[in-house]
């Protein structure tokens, strides 16, 4: 009976449904050997000979597709159609021969379906190959180069910038493109610009929006109206006059539908319409495949079977008509350049069902299959027909023009189900114009109900950021705006970057978007990637002293030369020979520079974010502090820093994320002795502070600021309560004072009986607390918290949502109060929720897959199940 090797227990069970009593399908758990985290395990003098290691949680897994070998002649590797899937194949296969569980008359073949279907997965067996040697090889030259970079370059880092580490290698460059957009942002200097708009009314009292093009019998440019009084001027030379329709030009014009789905695409749509990240988008595919519902998800190809198109078709007459369905099919050329590693498009197995009809229980898949449903039938739809509309209106003596646009659908089209989303909306796309004849007067309509756009501008004048005159004609509004600078990435328009570039594939995005966040080099706020000051200060030294390794076009040309690769055109090891030439040169002429030397090349090299003019004219880096010594870039173990170079008698610092934090350095006043109390930019965040440091008080008092506290509304008054920290609530009726502070974790209560050894933490949940918190609620806190099983420990994590039985591998799983947050707990495995789900919508689905990720992470494989549990899975398997 043949032996069946997949990834995962969900994807085995589905195939072993397909394929019945006759067949033992098994998981390996994802991958099973890897390369040992040390020094060594790719020896570039030996032909970059590799060394695999078998995790400990996957030894069980090859043990049991061993045993299964021992009464069955034939092993069957179906893992996933892409690089990834073959390498676990290949790794698979080695291991068993090594075991000698693979014999001479043992039968192994390689089988691949784009969908699990019992179609697709019949099709895979009846036409079994090899692995694919050359598909391999490109994994193994990816899995070398990430190695050799990681672990070389790491070090250097490690030495010449306390604290950091290498990204890795695609990282870096992805790394790169957040720091750069951040440094353009910081370079921006907003442009003054003013627009004029009116509220116009036809003859038949019908209402429309135009704005002005044209004054003084001038067309206007964007930045014509620099000033508050150029508006106004504008406005009254609009208002004094009558105007009237001088043409109107409908022009019409068609929309075709976007492509189907592939990776990028999809996780940029699940971002801009559910925003979903990339990890959680992929998650959710995830189990729409093992589930059968999707084809594969990971996809650079864009192109449709033709069974599937014509299944669209009809589905699509079926639904919407035949007026919906175009002629002759659409065809989406595939844009991969390596024709192994494209896959079909992400479609829906079965195009007649939707979303409603699966019962899909879990949201994000629910969502994510409606999508890539919608998607895919409205890539084999009829276009929308539209007409474009432009009118003009001008004045009698042709010194003022107007302008209003709208659009209308003639026929919606592949609208009727889906509209791609936009990363910046488009002005006008939704305005329609009511009927509009050339000649006839057009004038002001002060009653008229405002649209949203001229309503907002409205709020703005009211609130005093707007010129608005209103004349005796009508309303007349000016509104004033400012050039934007570029916009901070999300994961999406990352994504969408990294594939313009030609940087990462499809397999990739995801985890690479991820490690740079793990790793703390970004942080996400509101969807959007900011930089943190270590992944700055290791950008600016890789751009320095390994610009050639995190080049856009030096890696996007790496990634053609590895497809070479895999497409069995090129020679991995010749790759590798010249990569490691030139790197190892690279890293051994930075290993001879001094620390002091790597930070006057990075202090020069950001000088211009760190140190910006100052608008008082002074020197850009005088210590705004002491005012004698001068700011240098300096680091330690939690990054970059600018600090005073009079250390220790001035200990000014300020994170290096450009200038703007100096706004917040200044004396608040003084205490009853006379001390400064200062407001201080540090490398946690701002704090106040008493005195300065010196031979006798080496540690001024410090008090940083609680969260919810602005620095810029920091007074004397508020300073010096900090300061006066901790707070004496009050004498515990059992003994001892009761204490409020801030401490590493927020808000805490402290107190010690006298018979206890240790003093007792409770934490408190509102920062105000430690301020205002009584006498009875302290006690009633600090007695729960001794009532707490291990008593004067912290707190048992408290279970937010209870989801249930784990499906695949039994034990509670559940959502838990953590101490760093909200997180998955099954079995020994702890999963962070990522900071932008809500604990509450938690499904048991997306549960396991932070489970599986967190386990893969923690001990190279995926977490095996409990004995007890093990034992019934795979009698569930044989049987």
């Known amino acids: 009976m043949p032996v069946v090797v997949v990834e995962s227990p969900a994807k085995a069970k589905t195939i072993n449904k397909y394929l019945g009593s006759g067949y033992t399908v098994l998981a390996s758990y994802g991958h099973v050997r890897d390369l040992p985290p040390k020094d060594g395990s790719v020896d570039p003098d030996d032909g970059f000979a590799m060394t695999w290691e078998i995790a400990n949680d996957s030894r069980k897994h090859v043990a049991a597709i061993a045993e299964a070998l021992k009464s069955d002649d034939a092993l069957i590797l179906a893992t996933d159609p892409d690089r990834e899937g073959e390498a676990i194949s290949w790794h698979l296969k080695e291991a068993l021969t090594k075991r000698r569980s693979i014999k001479k008359d043992t039968k192994v073949s390689r089988v691949t379906f784009n969908a699990i279907t019992k179609a697709a997965v019949t099709e895979a067996m009846a036409n079994p190959r090899d692995i694919d040697a050359p598909l391999v090889e490109a994994y193994l030259a990816r899995r070398a180069l990430d190695y050799l970079v990681g672990f070389n370059l790491s070090p250097v ?90 043409s109107v030009e409908a022009k019409p014009s068609s929309r075709n539908p976007a492509a189907p789905f592939m990776t990028s695409t999809l996780q940029q749509e699940a971002s801009r319409k559910f925003g979903m990240g990339a990890r959680q988008t992929m998650a959710a595919a995830q189990r729409l495949y093992e589930a059968g519902h999707i084809t594969y998800m990971r996809t650079d190809g864009i192109d449709m079977a033709p069974e599937a198109v014509q299944a669209a078709r009809d589905a699509i007459k079926d639904r919407y008509g035949a ?3 175009p002629a002759n099919p659409r065809m989406y050329k595939n844009k991969a350049k390596n024709a192994q590693e494209a896959h079909e498009c992400i479609r829906p197995t079965d195009m007649t069902a939707d979303a409603a009809s699966l019962r899909l229980s879990d949201a994000d898949q629910r969502k994510l299959y409606d999508l890539i449903w919608k998607r895919t039938l409205a890539c084999q739809m009829e276009a929308a027909r539209l007409e474009r509309t432009t009118v003009e209106i001008g004045s009698e003596d042709g010194q003022v023009g107007l302008r209003a646009t709208g659009q209308v659908v ?13 990363d910046e909306p488009e002005e006008d796309d939704d305005n329609r114009l009511p009927q509009i004849m050339q000649g006839e007067p057009a004038v002001f309509a002060p009653d008229a109900p405002l649209k949203p756009a001229f309503t907002a501008a409205q709020d703005k004048a009211e609130a005093g950021k707007t010129a608005a005159v209103l004349s005796g004609n009508g309303a007349v509004l000016a509104t004033q705006s400012f050039t934007q600078p570029p916009p901070r990435y999300t994961e999406a328009t990352l994504v969408k970057k990294m594939e313009e570039l030609g940087i990462g594939r499809p397999s990739t995005y995801a985890s690479i978007v991820t490690t740079i966040q793990e790793r703390e080099y970004v942080r996400k706020e509101n969807g959007r990637l900011f930089p943190e000051d270590k992944g700055r200060i290791v950008t600016i030294f890789l751009l320095n002293f390994f610009r050639r390794y995190v080049g856009y076009d030096f890696t996007a040309a790496l990634e053609e030369e590895l497809d070479d690769v895999s497409a069995g055109h090129k020679d991995y090891k010749d790759l590798l020979g010249r990569f490691w030439r030139d790197f190892s040169a690279a890293i051994a002429e930075t290993s001879e520079l001094r620390i002091a030397e790597v930070l006057d090349v990075l202090d020069k090299a950001l000088a211009p974010q760190l140190y910006p003019p100052r608008p008082d004219g002074k020197d850009p880096r005088e210590c705004p502090l002491c005012g004698e010594g001068s700011l240098h870039l300096k680091t330690s173990r939690t990054g970059g820093f600018v600090g005073c170079s009079r250390y220790p008698e001035c200990r000014y610092t300020r994170p290096i994320g450009g200038g703007e934090e100096q706004a917040e350095d200044r004396i608040l006043g003084q205490d009853s002795d006379g001390n400064d109390i200062s407001l201080r930019s540090g490398r946690f965040g701002p704090y106040v502070q008493r005195g300065e440091a010196s031979e006798e008080n080496k540690k001024p008092d410090r008090a940083s600021l ?173 049987s």
């Open 157 to 246: 880092l490690w030495r010449k910038l306390p604290g950091a580490r290498s990204a890795g290698r695609v990282q870096s460059v992805c790394l790169r493109l957040i720091v750069e957009r951040e440094m353009e942002i910081e370079a921006f200097r907003p442009r003054e610009y003013w627009q004029v708009r009116t509220q116009l009314r036809t003859p038949r009292g019908q209402d429309f929006e135009a704005r002005l093009t044209v004054l003084a019998g001038k067309k206007l440019d964007r930045y014509d109206l620099a000033d508050a009084t150029q508006a106004e001027l504008a406005v009254d030379a609009v208002a004094k006059r009558g105007l009237k329709v001088t």
């Open 323 to 325: 007026d919906y369905v």
């Open 410 to 422: 003639l026929f919606d089209g592949f609208l009727k189900v889906y509209e791609e989303g936009r």
């Open 706 to 878: 609680p969260k919810g506290w602005q620095a810029d509304e920091m007074t004397l008054e508020k300073a010096l309560t900090l300061l006066s920290l901790p707070r004496v609530v009050g004498m515990h009726p059992e003994g001892g004072e009761v204490k409020a502070n801030f401490g590493r974790f927020g808000p805490f209560l402290m107190h010690q009986l006298p018979d206890e050894a240790k003093p007792v933490y409770a934490n408190l949940k509102d920062p105000n607390d430690v301020f205002e918190i009584g006498m009875n609620r302290a006690v009633e806190l600090l007695a729960e918290k001794r009532a707490n099983p291990g008593g004067r420990g912290r707190a048992a994590a408290k279970a937010l949502k209870e989801l249930g039985e784990h499906p695949e591998n039994g034990g509670a799983v559940n959502v838990m109060e953590g101490r760093y947050g909200p997180y998955v707990k099954w079995d020994k495995v702890n999963a962070t929720l990522p900071k932008d789900v809500d604990p509450g919508a938690v499904t048991m689905d997306m549960a396991v897959a932070l489970i599986a990720e967190k386990a893969t992470k923690k001990g190279g494989k995926k977490k095996a199940a409990p004995k007890k549990t093990a034992t019934k899975k795979k009698a569930a398997s044989k």
